[in-house]
C-alpha cells in the first residue's frame, strides 16, 4: 500500500529451539512515530534485526519502503537510518568528523560528506559544538549527535531501538524535540522503547508485542481504554474514613479499588463530570474530608501490565 512504510505479516524467527517470534504482524503508516512496546524476551530488538537487514526472517513477509528485507535487501539498506541502544561514536573525533566519518562509510564523495554533516549539526543544534571532542558531549548531546549519524543517507524509514536508555529528563526531551522534527519532514520512525510516557509523548499508534507477537494495536487512548477507561482517586485526610467513604460514594462498588496506606480510593466512572461533582457533594454532605479528588486517564504502564500480565486478556484496540 502507497501509504504504508512497513508490513509485516505472520513474521516467525527462532534461535535454536527458543521461537523469538511467532508469527508476528505489524503495519506502519508513512510519516508517523509507531512505538513497539514489550517485556523484555518479548521480541522487540529481533524485530529491529529483521526490519534493517540484520538478520533473516524464518518466515513470513517483511517490507521496508516497498521493498523485501531478503530479496531485495540492498534496496531497503539505502533506504533505511537506525539508532541502536548504544552509541556508535568515536570518542577522539569531533561531531562534525564522525558524521563525515559516517558519510564516507556511506559512500558519499567527502565534499557531500563535509556538507551534509555540517547541516546535520545545525539541524540538531550541535553546530557550535562539531569541532569538541565527543567525549567531551554530554549525554543528550551524544545521543543527538547518534542520531545525526543515522540520518546521513536521508532515510525514508528510521529505527529507534531505545533511543533515550540512561538520559536524564533534559536529554530524553531534546531527543524527542528531534524525533517529532523528523517526523514533520516526513520521515518515519519505528520506536522500541522501555519508557511508556516516551511512547505516549511521541507515538502515533503503538503495538504491544509479547512473546513474539503482537497482543494489542491501536492509539495511545484507545489502549488505555482497555483498562476500563476514565478513573476518579479520592484521597482522604483520615484512613479510618475509607469504609464509610466507600458505602456512600455514588459509583459502582464493586469496582472500587482501596488502599489504606496511601488513603486512596480509585474507581472507574463514565460520566466524568456527574462522577465528580456526585462524589464532591456526597463527601461534604457526609462530613468526610478528602485531601484530593482528581479524574485521570489510564496511564501506559497501567495498559502495560494488564496486557502482559500473568491474568493479561488479549484484545485489539480499534
Given amino acids: 500500500m502507497a501509504d504504508t512504510a512497513i508490513t509485516v505479516e505472520d513474521a516467525r524467527k527462532t534461535y535454536g529451539t527458543k521461537p523469538a517470534l511467532e508469527g508476528l504482524d505489524l503495519q506502519v503508516t508513512r510519516g508517523t512515530v509507531h512505538a513497539v512496546l514489550g517485556p523484555n524476551g518479548a521480541g522487540k530488538t529481533t524485530l529491529v534485526r529483521i526490519l534493517s537487514t540484520l538478520l533473516r526472517p524464518d518466515g513470513g513477509r517483511v517490507e521496508v519502503a516497498g521493498h523485501d528485507v531478503v530479496r531485495q535487501a540492498y534496496e531497503v539498506r539505502l533506504r533505511i537510518g537506525l539508532l541502536g541502544q548504544h552509541a556508535a561514536l568515536d570518542e577522539e ?40 571532542p ?12 547518534d542520531l545525526a549519524a543515522s540520518l546521513i543517507t536521508d532515510p525514508e524509514v528510521l529505527f529507534l531501538d531505545e533511543p533515550t536508555t540512561g538520559l536524564d529528563p533534559r536529554g530524553r526531551a531534546e531527543v524527542w524535540s528531534a524525533v517529532r522534527s523528523l517526523v514533520g519532514g516526513g520521515t518515519t520512525v519505528l520506536l522500541t522503547t522501555q519508557y511508556l510516557e516516551e511512547a505516549d509523548q511521541l507515538a502515533d499508534r503503538i503495538s504491544v508485542v509479547d512473546a513474539g507477537r503482537v497482543i494489542a494495536d491501536g492509539t495511545a487512548d484507545a489502549l488505555k481504554a482497555l483498562t476500563g477507561g476514565d478513573r476518579i482517586d479520592v484521597v482522604l485526610r483520615d484512613a479510618g474514613q475509607l469504609g464509610a467513604a466507600v458505602a456512600l460514594l455514588p459509583i459502582a462498588k464493586d469496582d472500587i479499588s482501596v488502599d489504606p496506606d496511601r488513603r486512596l480510593l480509585s474507581a472507574p466512572v463514565t460520566d466524568r463530570m456527574a462522577a465528580l461533582s456526585g462524589v464532591v457533594h456526597a463527601l461534604e454532605k457526609a462530613g468526610i474530608e478528602a485531601e484530593d479528588v482528581a479524574l485521570r486517564r489510564p496511564t501506559l504502564d497501567e495498559v502495560f501490565l494488564h496486557l502482559t500480565g500473568d491474568d493479561r486478556r488479549v484484545k485489539e484496540a480499534a
Avoid: C, I, P, W
Fill in 134 to 145: 565527543v567525549k567531551q558531549y554530554s549525554g543528550g548531546m551524544r545521543r543527538r549527535l
Fill in 93 to 132: 573525533l569531533g561531531g562534525q568528523q564522525n558524521l563525515e566519518m559516517f558519510g564516507r562509510l556511506y559512500h558519499l564523495g567527502a565534499r557531500h560528506a563535509r556538507v551534509r554533516a555540517g547541516e546535520l549539526l545545525e539541524r540538531f543544534g550541535l553546530a557550535d559544538t562539531g569541532r569538541k
